[in-house]
């Protein structure tokens, strides 16, 4: 069988014995581990002038390539065109596009570094899997080189409808870059009409059947396939970590009142400020509500060199003490804000204890925390997903009581519906978001996708 080359910005770190945490690296670790290959990526270092070098380090069958780069290279296509350019653009927020000349220019100088310095690993027959916004060009600098193998790219966040995207002057580099790959894969199939959409009325291509469809003189083929978790694991897990001193510190700190919890990078397209103010509308609607009911956010900071995520921040810290100051009593705080991570196991036993996971973005991918909060659950006494009808997940998860994050008042009457809801009702519709999170779980994420890219 040939190899299986991963492609993604970072490289999880490798840690001996330990399951790394994202789901991106766990797929991908568990697909190199069965096929063998190697995982290239950055290192998350930089340097300030100078050369870079690629460091190899082989475990087993898979080996790790990694690189560095160049202060000026983080600054543009990084920190610059990745997550300040294309980052709010596929999330669908316009308002936040920074976008500079020299940010693209970054973008394909370091997508070229990356392919120059991927090519002379490169085997005739490997199987070419590259990840994510970060490397949208990086198969056609290969294709550029000489490159035949079969390669396929997967998009882990939405992609925009065309009147979105062709406000960014980059927009045919973009997609003309998307169409050099054999496979695009996307979350979801509105990602894929919205980007069928774009090859039928801009860029003149034509669509046939099962995502198939030609453009720029490339043949190429679009489709779903929506990111898992392994349920059962994590339920294994959460199970284990009930009884976990961190969680016994909780479930006591609760003193009988009804948790919900949300957790989330810090990140604007989470919706963390309209969530915020919908639990302040949930307190102000219902007053006997008050007293009876915590919600905790875990926000770890991300980005932070980037601007519009420390404006966010500062948001969300004044009213985290607005909410705090208006309602909380000698003793009862309404909302806990946390600006830190935990560990896995700490947060499965959270998910386990929240009567209700919070999950309401204004725009998201998939999200992945949908689903574990899910699969943390105790069968015998389910929470209940509030879940915003614009997360990739929501395609899935039918069992969620689904909501409008643009409409807070609607969100604090999810709420009330999910803590009023009978054990009948939590649990029927438990099990049928756990049967969908286990008949697509992530193994048949990363199989399907690479089924679908050597069948072509
Ligand atoms: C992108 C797309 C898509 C969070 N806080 C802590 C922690 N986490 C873990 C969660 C979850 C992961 O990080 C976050 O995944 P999400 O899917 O929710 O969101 P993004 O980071 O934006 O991921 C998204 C995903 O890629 C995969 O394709 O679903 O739409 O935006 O696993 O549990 N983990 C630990 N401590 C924390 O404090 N250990």
Redesign the pocket.
Known sequence: MSRLVVVSNRVAPIQEGKQS????AVAVLDALSEIGGVWFGWSGETYASGSSKVKTETKGNITYATMPLAKRDYDAFYKGYANATLWPLFHYRMELVDYHRRYVVGYRRVNEEFAGRLAPMLEADDLVWVHDYHLIPLGRDLRMMGHRNRIGFFL??PFPPPDLLTTCSDHAFLVQSMCAYDLIGF?TENDVENFLSYIRKVAGGTVGRGGRFEAYGEKSRACAFP?GIYPDRLAAQAAASADARQTKRLLRSLTGKDLIVG???L?Y?KGLDRRFDAYETLLETAPSLRGHVTYMQ?A?PSRSDVQSYREIREVLEGKAGHINGRFAEFDWVPLRYLN?????EQ?TGFFRTARIGFVTPLR??????AK?YVACQDPEDPGVLVLSQFA?AAAELDGAVTVNPYDTEYVAEGLQRALAMSIEERRSRWASMMSVLRANDLGAWRRNFLRALRSR
């Not at 945490?21 to 991106?24: K, R």
């Not at 830190?340 to 896995?344: E, G, L, T, V, Y």
């Not at 998201?364 to 925390?369: A, K, P």
Request: charged fraction near 25%; avoid cysteine; glycine fraction near 14%.
């Open positions: 945490s994202g789901g991106l882990h966040i979350q990111i957790v989330d990078r990140d397209s875990i770890p830190k991570s935990f560990q896995r947060l998201d991918g998939m999200n992945l925390v574990e990739g």
